[in-house]
Each structure stands twice: as structure tokens, then as C-alpha cells.
């Protein structure tokens, strides 16, 4: 016999593989490999007195091409739990110590895993249902069956959160103003989280779903198609057909840019703040890092304080105010001010005051007209 002819008379599946059928008892590969140890039907005894699931052999999953199986690149380690069925062939063929599984069989379990006997789950965990298909629920959209994620967030959907409100300020309250020239109210009003998008149809709704139950829905449905990642706590992002996100954050939420942050926002925006809220500019200290406001033509700055005060301090430097039109203020206790140096009041028209009681003027020197 050529050499050759030795080359395909041993070459592997030449003279056929030898298939299997099995459940996944063990995936606590010692050497992190991804591997699992897999009771094959037909090969192994179901009597785990006989054969425990310690003497099985370990099986190498093969990975798709999606994955390099190579320096930690792509996905990694394969994602089978105990009591998953797989299919695979022995690459030693009768010798049965060297099995690979090539994929795995979803189905529609009609037990509960029995953690006395092979073939299930020694954990006892999975299957999760009875009667029920190993499709995920978010993908078959069975209103008998309803995902509890899924019902968790309609259940905890936000509504009536309330924006800033600016009370009206009528002319008979404030001074400077003429007859009915209020100040108007910027009356603020609630606002709802929108409703959940979801509405899938089997098969397009592609459904990944982690053991601890972190998610990924890829929803090709006509009509209704989203992108939604969502963490085990809830902390969510959603993408609904129209492009409308949705983001959602369980517990606290950080955003560290090391570099520039730019926003455009081309339509309204609300905040509602249930603590306390505070900005600090220019940490460091340098020259032009300044804080600027600018309110384009036909609106106005609105501050409205329901109780407690408004306190500006400047520890170094002067405040300017520059008003084109009139000045109002109308204080309704005391007004009290101190000033450190000089004061001088330039008044290009007419000064009037207007006291009710008592006019009181001290000084070293008053001069009337100097």
C-alpha cells in the first residue's frame, strides 16, 4: 500500500465519523479551554453510580468563524450550560475519548431535570420550563408566556415627571411695570417615558440572553424593529423604529470624557433633579475657561426660588450689570447695602424718592450742592 493510499485510509471521517447525540453535565473545564463534559446517548450508561460525571470526557466545542479561538480573540468561552443537548462526532472514533460538539439541539423539555440520574442537568437548573420551547420568550412573544423582564419594565415605566415651573408675576405686586404688564408665567407641565416599543413576531426578534439575564434584542419585525441592550438590573438602552432612545440607569451613571464634549440638542430639553445640583468651572484656574450663557431673541431667563435664598459671591473681582431697558426690583423686607469704598450714582433724568416715614441722611459733611 503507497504511503498515500495510508494517508486516506486513515484520514478522519474517511471510513465515517462517529456521530453522537448528548447532554452537557459538566462545563468547569480546569484548564479553561471552553470545554465540556457531554453523556452521549448510546455510548455512555445513564446509571451515574456506573459512570459519574467526573469520568466522562472532556469535549472541545468547535467555534464559528466569527470567533479566532486564538489569543483570547473573539468570543470566548463557549456559552453551554448543563443540561443542553448537543450533537457532535468522536475525533477518535471508537475510541470515544476525544469528542467534539458541533452544536447544540433546542427542543421542548416535557421534564424537569432529575439530578439522580444522567442525561440532566446534575444542578438541577435548567431546563428552566416544562411544555415549553427552549426559544427564548422575548423571540416567541407567547402572551401565555410572557418574558418577567419584559413585564418588570412596563411596570416600572416612568410617568408624570414634572419640568421647572415659573409662577406669574402680576404689575400690582412688583413696581416699574404698567397696568396688566405682568411678568408671564413659563408654566411648566409632565412628561412620560414613552411606551415600551415592544412588539415582536416570531422568528424576527434575535434574541441573546445571559444565564444571570443580561440581553441583547436584535428585532427585525416589520414595522416594528428596535435595538434593545439591556443589564440584569434593568440599566437599559433602547432604539425604537423611529430612531427614538431610550436610556435607562438603574443605579448611578458616570461619563468621563478625557477629551472635548459637544451637544446639539435642535429641540426642547428638560432636566428634573431630586437632589442637589452643582457645576464646578474651570478647576484649575486658567485664563478664558469661562462660563457663558447666551438666551437668543424673544425669550427670557426665568429663576424661581419657592423657598430659601439666592446667594452670589465674587471672593475676587466686580460684578457688572449692563441693562438696555428698565431696572425693577421691589424687595419686600429690608434693602440693605454697604459699601466698602465710594459710591456715585450718574443719573442722566429725574431722581425720586419716595418714603413713607422718615428720611434719615448721615454723614461727616453733606453738601446739597457743591
Known amino acids: 500500500m503507497s504511503q498515500n493510499n495510508q494517508v486516506d485510509n486513515n484520514y478522519m471521517g474517511k471510513s465515517g465519523f462517529v456521530w453522537f447525540v448528548g447532554v452537557v453535565e459538566d462545563r468547569l473545564d480546569p484548564q479553561y479551554l471552553g470545554r465540556v463534559r457531554v453523556r452521549c446517548v448510546g455510548f455512555h450508561t445513564q446509571n451515574k453510580t456506573e459512570l459519574p460525571t467526573a469520568d466522562l470526557p472532556w469535549s472541545q466545542l ?29 475525533r477518535d472514533g471508537y475510541a470515544m475519548q476525544e469528542p467534539m460538539v458541533i452544536g447544540t439541539l433546542p427542543g421542548k423539555p416535557v421534564e424537569l431535570a432529575d439530578v439522580s440520574k444522567g442525561f440532566y442537568d446534575p444542578n438541577g437548573v435548567y431546563p428552566k420550563y416544562k411544555d415549553e420551547v427552549d426559544t427564548n420568550r422575548l423571540a416567541t412573544n407567547d402572551s401565555a408566556n410572557p418574558h418577567l423582564g419584559l413585564e ?25 411695570l404698567e397696568e396688566d404688564e405682568n411678568i408671564p408665567a413659563s408654566d411648566g407641565d409632565t412628561w412620560n417615558q414613552p411606551d415600551i416599543p415592544y412588539s415582536a413576531v416570531y422568528p424576527y426578534n434575535h434574541v441573546f440572553e445571559s444565564e444571570s439575564g443580561h440581553i441583547t434584542e436584535i428585532d427585525d419585525t416589520l414595522d416594528h424593529e428596535r435595538l434593545y441592550t439591556a443589564h440584569r438590573t434593568g440599566t437599559s ?44 468651572i474651570n478647576k484649575d484656574g486658567q485664563e478664558n475657561n469661562h ?65 413713607e416715614k422718615a428720611a434719615i441722611i448721615r454723614g461727616k459733611t453733606i453738601d446739597l450742592n457743591p
Open 291 to 355: 462660563y457663558d450663557i447666551q438666551i437668543g431673541p424673544n425669550a427670557s431667563v426665568n429663576i424661581q426660588v419657592d423657598k430659601g435664598d439666592m446667594n452670589v459671591v465674587l471672593k475676587d473681582g466686580k460684578m457688572n450689570t449692563n441693562v438696555a431697558g428698565d431696572y425693577n426690583m421691589k424687595v419686600g423686607g429690608n434693602y440693605n447695602l454697604k459699601v466698602d469704598g465710594n459710591r456715585q450714582v450718574d443719573i442722566t433724568g429725574t431722581s425720586t424718592d419716595n418714603t
Open 62 to 90: 468547535i467555534h464559528p468563524i466569527t470567533s479566532s479561538g486564538i489569543s483570547g480573540l473573539g468570543s470566548s468561552p463557549g456559552f453551554i450550560v448543563e443540561g443542553t443537548w448537543v450533537f457532535g462526532y468522536f
Open 237 to 280: 438602552q433602547e432604539i425604537d423604529k423611529d430612531g427614538n432612545q431610550v436610556n435607562i440607569v438603574k443605579g448611578d451613571h458616570y461619563n468621563i470624557v478625557s477629551g472635548k464634549r459637544q451637544a446639539v440638542i435642535e429641540g426642547n430639553a428638560d432636566i428634573t433633579i431630586g437632589g442637589r445640583h452643582k457645576i464646578f
Open 152 to 176: 418588570l419594565r412596563k411596570l416600572t415605566r416612568k410617568t408624570g415627571v414634572p419640568t421647572a415651573d415659573f409662577d406669574l408675576v402680576p404689575s400690582e405686586d412688583h413696581v416699574g
